[in-house]
Structures are given as C-alpha cells and as structure tokens.
C-alpha cells in the first residue's frame, strides 16, 4: 500500500503527521508520529481536521488508523506541560471542535485499533462511529495518574459508549481493558486478530460507502442525537427523518431495485 506522506522520522517540525490515501471511494486517514507512538500535538490536531474535511469532500467512509507500533498515544503530554490553565481550555476546545466534525459529519468513520488506544486516542476513536480493535490492542486512561482529566471529548463520549462506572474504574485505577474486555464494554464492535484491523476496517467502510449518502448521513447525525431526546421527541423525530429519507431519489431507486430485480437482498450472517 503507498501512503502519501509516510515518514518514521520523530522531528515533530519537518513531519507530516497525517497521511491521507483514497481506496476507491474510501478515504484513508492515517496518524503518523510513531516515534512519539502518534501523541497528540496542536499541530497534529490542526492536521488531522485538514484530513477530515479532505475526507469529507473526496470521500464517501473513511478509515482511521495508526503508523508504527500503537494506535496513539493521546496527548502530546510534552507540550502540554507548558500550558497555562486558559492555553488548556482552549485546547481541549479545539480538540472538541475537530473531533466534533468525525462525529457528527456527513461520511462514516472506521477506527482501525492497534497496541494503545489511550487517552486522547480513546477519546478521538470514540467520535467514530465504527471501531475495529485487533487482539493487541489495549485502552487505558492514565489521566488520573498524569495528574489531569480527559479532555478531547471523553468525559461524554466514552462515559455513553461504556459507562461511567466503567469510565471512572480505567481513570481511578488506570486499568489497562484488553480488546475482548474492550468489545463487552462496547468500546469497539469488532475484534480481530492481530494486523488485519486495517483491512477490515476497509472491507466495512467500503461496504458503507455503497449506502444511500442520506441514509448515511442520518445515521450519523440523527440517531445519536435521538438517543439523547426524551423517548417521546425521538419517535417525533425518527417520523420526520424517516420520511424525508424515503423521498430521496436514492431510495426510489434502492427501493425498486429490490421490489423489481431483488436486489440487496440480506443475506444470513456468513452466507456468500
Ligand atoms: C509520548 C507520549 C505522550 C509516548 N506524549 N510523548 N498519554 C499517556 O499518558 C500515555 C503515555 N505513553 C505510554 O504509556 C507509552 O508510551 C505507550 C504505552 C503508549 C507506548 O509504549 P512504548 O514502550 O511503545 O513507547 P515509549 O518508549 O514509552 O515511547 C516512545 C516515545 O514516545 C518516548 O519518547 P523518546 O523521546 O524517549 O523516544 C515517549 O516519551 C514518547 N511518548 N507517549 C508525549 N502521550 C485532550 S486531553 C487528553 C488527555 C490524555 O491523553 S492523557 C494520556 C496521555
């Protein structure tokens, strides 16, 4: 696979620290400081949000994943340590502010998961929608220990993804949770064995890229948001994007592909 951009060089300056490739009509998005295990810098948050909305304008899915030997690190904690509180806040802001646009944008986002997923890089695999986690893979949130807090997102994204008891046991404790712990806590929805997160990660988005870019879009953007109405609104909701939905021209056509030509049919999980 050529990747644009790849480099195993450290110096942060000289770096280009998010590669970018098209897979057909898959982005790929790949985060590339491995000598410092792809911590997170100001610089490398600006870069990643350059690469999303590059994805976002070429794209139909994208995928997520990490050079060298882990996933990420998190927070670049060697240039967090020269912070003052407000150059804090406004960071983790920013933090928010990119993280927000993979949430809550118009394509699917796959996170393919290798070695550590900590901190910062647990908080910016939850704001994808899918995440894909092989066997080596390992989440830990050692703010506790670092004597700071989550602050890309995590406190609302992962405490709704596995719960805050769960939440506050990895930052009281700095549990490390493995990929099989990982999927019962639904942290991840799939795990694989070790090296194929990449290729799977693809295989699902290219899948994804195939659907209705509304449908998609709806699913990205409205099924979170119902899951926080009171359950009465969401219904009211579901009624108006469901509707919308089918006067789409795309699923005129979806729709009498199946009626017509039977075409996208399910089909029972593992059957070809
Ligand atoms: C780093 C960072 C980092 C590695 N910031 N430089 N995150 C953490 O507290 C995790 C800290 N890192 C680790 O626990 C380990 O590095 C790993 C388990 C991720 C990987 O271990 P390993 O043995 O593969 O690598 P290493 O030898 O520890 O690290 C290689 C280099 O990367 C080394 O630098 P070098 O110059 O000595 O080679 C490390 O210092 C450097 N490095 N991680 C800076 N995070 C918006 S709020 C989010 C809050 C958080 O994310 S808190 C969690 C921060």
């Known amino acids: 696979m050529i990747i644009e951009g790849q480099n195993d060089v450290s110096d942060h300056n000289d770096t280009q620290l998010v590669t970018f490739e098209m897979r057909g009509d898959v982005a790929l998005v790949g985060l590339n400081r491995p000598a410092k295990r792809n911590a997170i810098s100001d610089r490398f948050v600006n870069e990643i949000e350059v690469n999303v ?6 794209a139909r899915a994208a995928v997520l994943f990490g050079h060298g030997p882990h996933f990420c690190a998190g927070l670049d904690l060697g240039e967090h340590v020269k912070k003052s509180p407000m ?10 502010e990119v ?3 993979i949430e809550f944008g118009p394509i699917p986002w796959f996170a393919a998961l290798h070695g550590a ?17 092989d066997e080596s893979t390992f989440f830990a949130l050692p703010e506790g220990q670092r004597g700071i807090f989550v ?8 405490a709704r993804l596995t719960g805050v008891a769960r939440m506050a046991d990895m930052m009281l404790t700095g549990r490390s949770v493995d990929a099989t712990l990982g999927e019962r806590w639904n942290m991840v929805q799939y795990v694989v064995p070790k090296g194929e997160a990449l290729e799977t990660a693809i295989e699902l988005a290219e899948q994804a890229a195939t659907n209705s ?30 509707s ?29």
Do not use: C
Request: glycine share 12%; charged share 20%; hydrophobic share 40%.
């Open 53 to 58: 909305r590059r994805a976002r304008d070429t």
């Open 87 to 96: 150059e804090g806040v406004q960071n983790s802001r920013r933090w928010h």
């Open 99 to 101: 993280f927000s646009q």
């Open 117 to 133: 997923v900590v901190g910062g890089g647990l908080e910016l695999a939850a704001a994808t929608q899918v995440r894909i986690a």
């Open 151 to 158: 602050g890309g997102g995590g406190s609302v994204r992962i």
């Open 213 to 242: 870019s509304f449908s998609n879009y709806a699913v990205i953007n409205a099924l979170p948001r119902i899951n926080q109405m009171a359950a009465d609104d969401g219904l009211f909701v579901e009624s108006f994007v469901s």
């Open 244 to 272: 919308f939905a089918a006067t789409t021209p795309e699923a005129e056509a979806r729709l009498n592909d199946f009626l017509q030509r039977g075409k996208g049919k399910v089909k029972a999980p593992g059957q070809t």
